[in-house]
Protein backbone atom coordinates (compact mmCIF):
# COMPACT_ATOMS: atom_id res chain seq x y z
CA UNK A 1 0.00 0.00 0.00
CA UNK A 2 1.24 3.66 -0.86
CA UNK A 3 2.91 5.20 2.30
CA UNK A 4 0.58 7.46 4.12
CA UNK A 5 2.55 10.72 4.18
CA UNK A 6 2.51 13.67 6.95
CA UNK A 7 1.08 16.62 6.77
CA UNK A 8 2.53 19.88 6.21
CA UNK A 9 1.57 20.77 10.15
CA UNK A 10 3.14 17.60 11.18
CA UNK A 11 6.61 18.17 9.08
CA UNK A 12 6.81 21.97 9.20
CA UNK A 13 4.50 23.29 12.03
CA UNK A 14 5.56 21.20 14.97
CA UNK A 15 8.94 21.39 14.68
CA UNK A 16 8.54 25.27 14.37
CA UNK A 17 6.75 25.18 18.02
CA UNK A 18 8.55 22.86 19.58
CA UNK A 19 11.46 25.51 18.50
CA UNK A 20 10.07 28.61 19.31
CA UNK A 21 8.65 26.65 22.85
CA UNK A 22 12.17 25.38 24.00
CA UNK A 23 13.96 28.47 23.03
CA UNK A 24 12.07 30.93 24.69
CA UNK A 25 11.80 28.32 27.75
CA UNK A 26 15.65 28.44 27.75
CA UNK A 27 16.12 32.40 27.16
CA UNK A 28 13.85 33.08 30.26
CA UNK A 29 15.94 30.59 32.29
CA UNK A 30 18.90 31.54 31.40
CA UNK A 31 17.93 35.09 30.74
CA UNK A 32 16.77 35.26 34.98
CA UNK A 33 19.66 33.59 36.17
CA UNK A 34 22.03 35.76 34.33
CA UNK A 35 20.12 38.92 35.87
CA UNK A 36 20.50 37.57 39.33
CA UNK A 37 24.35 36.82 38.77
CA UNK A 38 24.36 40.62 36.71
CA UNK A 39 25.51 39.45 33.88
CA UNK A 40 23.73 40.61 30.35
CA UNK A 41 21.13 38.40 28.26
CA UNK A 42 23.12 38.28 24.91
CA UNK A 43 24.89 35.11 26.20
CA UNK A 44 21.18 33.40 27.04
CA UNK A 45 20.00 35.10 24.05
CA UNK A 46 22.45 32.94 21.72
CA UNK A 47 22.33 29.99 23.48
CA UNK A 48 18.37 29.80 23.29
CA UNK A 49 18.72 30.42 19.76
CA UNK A 50 21.10 27.57 19.11
CA UNK A 51 18.67 25.55 21.11
CA UNK A 52 16.04 26.22 19.54
CA UNK A 53 18.19 25.44 16.29
CA UNK A 54 19.05 21.58 17.71
CA UNK A 55 15.36 21.28 18.42
CA UNK A 56 13.64 22.73 15.86
CA UNK A 57 16.16 20.60 12.79
CA UNK A 58 16.17 17.61 14.81
CA UNK A 59 12.24 17.26 15.40
CA UNK A 60 12.06 18.44 11.56
CA UNK A 61 14.20 16.05 10.59
CA UNK A 62 12.40 12.93 12.60
CA UNK A 63 9.28 14.09 11.28
CA UNK A 64 10.06 14.40 7.37
CA UNK A 65 7.99 12.39 4.80
CA UNK A 66 10.38 9.73 3.89
CA UNK A 67 10.57 8.72 0.09
CA UNK A 68 9.45 4.96 -0.23
CA UNK A 69 12.64 2.72 -0.79
CA UNK A 70 13.32 2.72 -3.87
CA UNK A 71 13.28 -1.21 -5.40
CA UNK A 72 16.58 -2.16 -5.97
CA UNK A 73 18.40 -4.69 -8.32
CA UNK A 74 20.18 -6.49 -6.01
CA UNK A 75 20.72 -9.81 -8.17
CA UNK A 76 24.59 -10.08 -9.53
CA UNK A 77 24.67 -8.45 -13.37
CA UNK A 78 25.32 -12.41 -14.47
CA UNK A 79 22.14 -13.28 -13.51
CA UNK A 80 19.84 -10.60 -14.88
CA UNK A 81 20.41 -10.73 -18.64
CA UNK A 82 21.63 -7.09 -19.68
CA UNK A 83 18.69 -5.70 -21.58
CA UNK A 84 16.67 -6.62 -19.26
CA UNK A 85 18.34 -4.75 -16.55
CA UNK A 86 18.44 -2.00 -19.02
CA UNK A 87 14.85 -2.14 -19.09
CA UNK A 88 14.03 -2.67 -15.19
CA UNK A 89 15.92 0.41 -14.39
CA UNK A 90 14.30 2.42 -16.99
CA UNK A 91 10.77 0.78 -15.09
CA UNK A 92 11.94 2.06 -11.64
CA UNK A 93 13.12 5.38 -12.60
CA UNK A 94 9.50 6.22 -14.42
CA UNK A 95 7.18 4.22 -11.28
CA UNK A 96 9.44 6.65 -8.79
CA UNK A 97 9.04 9.66 -11.17
CA UNK A 98 5.24 8.98 -11.67
CA UNK A 99 4.64 8.33 -7.50
CA UNK A 100 6.58 11.73 -6.87
CA UNK A 101 3.90 13.25 -9.42
CA UNK A 102 0.64 11.82 -7.91
CA UNK A 103 1.86 12.62 -4.05
CA UNK A 104 2.05 16.12 -5.39
CA UNK A 105 -1.45 15.71 -6.64
CA UNK A 106 -2.45 13.80 -3.33
CA UNK A 107 -1.76 16.99 -1.71
CA UNK A 108 -3.98 19.14 -4.04
CA UNK A 109 -6.90 17.14 -4.31
CA UNK A 110 -9.72 18.01 -3.37
CA UNK A 111 -12.80 15.20 -3.10
CA UNK A 112 -12.81 11.62 -1.71
CA UNK A 113 -13.14 10.25 -5.72
CA UNK A 114 -9.59 11.67 -6.88
CA UNK A 115 -8.31 10.76 -3.91
CA UNK A 116 -9.26 7.46 -4.37
CA UNK A 117 -8.08 7.56 -8.04
CA UNK A 118 -4.65 8.65 -7.05
CA UNK A 119 -4.02 5.89 -4.16
CA UNK A 120 -5.48 3.33 -6.92
CA UNK A 121 -2.59 4.70 -9.54
CA UNK A 122 0.13 4.64 -6.54
CA UNK A 123 -0.75 1.48 -5.61
CA UNK A 124 -0.83 0.12 -8.94
CA UNK A 125 2.80 1.49 -9.54
CA UNK A 126 4.27 0.27 -6.00
CA UNK A 127 2.64 -3.43 -7.12
CA UNK A 128 4.59 -3.14 -10.41
CA UNK A 129 7.96 -2.21 -8.18
CA UNK A 130 7.66 -5.50 -6.26
CA UNK A 131 7.36 -7.24 -9.08
CA UNK A 132 10.32 -5.94 -10.63
CA UNK A 133 12.43 -6.82 -7.28
CA UNK A 134 11.66 -10.37 -7.84
CA UNK A 135 13.90 -12.95 -9.39
CA UNK A 136 10.85 -14.76 -11.67
CA UNK A 137 10.59 -10.86 -13.31
CA UNK A 138 14.73 -10.10 -12.97
CA UNK A 139 15.75 -13.91 -14.73
CA UNK A 140 13.67 -12.77 -17.86
CA UNK A 141 14.32 -11.22 -21.10
CA UNK A 142 13.48 -7.78 -22.13
CA UNK A 143 11.54 -9.43 -25.04
CA UNK A 144 9.01 -11.24 -22.56
CA UNK A 145 5.23 -10.14 -22.65
CA UNK A 146 5.04 -9.44 -18.93
CA UNK A 147 8.30 -7.28 -18.81
CA UNK A 148 7.05 -5.33 -21.58
CA UNK A 149 4.02 -5.30 -19.76
CA UNK A 150 5.35 -3.69 -16.74
CA UNK A 151 7.73 -1.30 -18.83
CA UNK A 152 4.37 -0.39 -20.64
CA UNK A 153 2.40 0.43 -17.88
CA UNK A 154 4.54 2.34 -15.85
CA UNK A 155 6.15 4.15 -19.03
CA UNK A 156 3.02 4.74 -20.94
CA UNK A 157 -0.74 3.66 -19.62
CA UNK A 158 -0.57 4.77 -15.72
CA UNK A 159 1.04 7.97 -16.55
CA UNK A 160 -1.57 9.16 -19.97
CA UNK A 161 -4.65 8.06 -17.55
CA UNK A 162 -2.92 10.43 -14.85
CA UNK A 163 -2.38 13.25 -17.53
CA UNK A 164 -6.52 12.79 -18.18
CA UNK A 165 -7.15 13.00 -14.55
CA UNK A 166 -5.30 16.04 -14.01
CA UNK A 167 -7.07 17.41 -17.07
CA UNK A 168 -10.08 16.26 -15.74
CA UNK A 169 -10.15 17.82 -12.27
CA UNK A 170 -10.47 21.28 -13.12
CA UNK A 171 -13.73 20.99 -14.45
CA UNK A 172 -15.67 19.35 -10.93
CA UNK A 173 -15.39 22.82 -9.81
CA UNK A 174 -19.18 24.11 -8.95
CA UNK A 175 -18.68 26.90 -10.93
CA UNK A 176 -18.49 25.08 -14.08
CA UNK A 177 -21.26 24.40 -16.52
CA UNK A 178 -23.31 21.59 -15.59
CA UNK A 179 -22.90 19.75 -18.44
CA UNK A 180 -18.85 20.15 -18.59
CA UNK A 181 -19.38 18.55 -14.92
CA UNK A 182 -21.08 15.69 -15.66
CA UNK A 183 -18.43 14.97 -18.64
CA UNK A 184 -15.50 15.34 -16.54
CA UNK A 185 -17.51 12.89 -14.15
CA UNK A 186 -17.83 10.51 -16.68
CA UNK A 187 -13.83 10.90 -17.50
CA UNK A 188 -13.11 10.14 -13.94
CA UNK A 189 -15.21 6.72 -13.59
CA UNK A 190 -13.21 5.95 -17.16
CA UNK A 191 -9.86 6.37 -15.67
CA UNK A 192 -10.81 4.25 -12.34
CA UNK A 193 -12.10 1.57 -14.81
CA UNK A 194 -9.03 1.39 -16.96
CA UNK A 195 -6.95 1.34 -13.77
CA UNK A 196 -9.09 -1.87 -12.73
CA UNK A 197 -8.20 -3.25 -15.79
CA UNK A 198 -4.56 -2.87 -15.10
CA UNK A 199 -4.66 -3.69 -11.76
CA UNK A 200 -6.40 -7.15 -13.00
CA UNK A 201 -3.26 -7.80 -15.21
CA UNK A 202 -0.66 -7.35 -12.15
CA UNK A 203 -3.48 -9.57 -10.43
CA UNK A 204 -2.88 -12.46 -13.25
CA UNK A 205 1.31 -11.71 -13.31
CA UNK A 206 1.48 -12.39 -9.46
CA UNK A 207 -0.83 -15.41 -9.31
CA UNK A 208 1.29 -16.87 -12.28
CA UNK A 209 4.38 -16.03 -10.20
CA UNK A 210 2.98 -17.77 -7.23
CA UNK A 211 1.85 -20.63 -8.76
CA UNK A 212 5.37 -21.08 -10.48
CA UNK A 213 6.86 -21.34 -7.14
CA UNK A 214 4.42 -23.66 -6.24
CA UNK A 215 5.25 -26.07 -8.91
CA UNK A 216 8.80 -26.18 -7.94
CA UNK A 217 8.11 -26.87 -4.60
CA UNK A 218 5.63 -29.54 -5.51
CA UNK A 219 8.96 -31.15 -7.74
CA UNK A 220 11.40 -30.26 -4.75
CA UNK A 221 9.43 -32.60 -2.14
CA UNK A 222 8.77 -35.48 -4.80
CA UNK A 223 12.45 -35.52 -5.23
CA UNK A 224 13.19 -35.74 -1.60
CA UNK A 225 10.05 -38.20 -1.03
CA UNK A 226 11.93 -40.10 -3.58
CA UNK A 227 16.02 -39.34 -2.40
CA UNK A 228 14.84 -39.64 1.34
CA UNK A 229 12.31 -42.57 1.94
CA UNK A 230 10.26 -41.47 5.16
CA UNK A 231 11.00 -44.14 7.85
CA UNK A 232 9.11 -47.38 7.89
CA UNK A 233 6.28 -47.60 10.57
CA UNK A 234 6.38 -51.12 11.10
CA UNK A 235 6.38 -50.88 14.79
CA UNK A 236 9.14 -54.47 14.78
CA UNK A 237 11.80 -52.08 13.27
CA UNK A 238 11.43 -49.07 15.49
CA UNK A 239 12.43 -51.71 18.74
Known sequence: MPRRRRGRW??????????????????????VSSLVGGAGLLGPLLAGLGIA???????????RNRA????RLGRSTTEIPAAT??????VV???????????????????????????RAETLLLRID?????????????????????????DRYVPDLVDALEDTVGFLDPTTTEGARERAIENLHSIDEQL????????????????????????HSEFLRARFPEPSSDPFIDR
Open 10 to 31: LTHGVPTVLAGVVGLSSFITLG
Open 53 to 63: AVVGGGSAFLL
Open 68 to 71: PRPV
Open 85 to 90: RTMLEK
Open 93 to 119: KDSRQQRRRLQRMQRRARGSTVSQILH
Open 130 to 154: ALLDSAAIQSRRASDADVMLLEGMA
Open 196 to 219: TVLAGSIDRLENDIVAGVSRSLDV
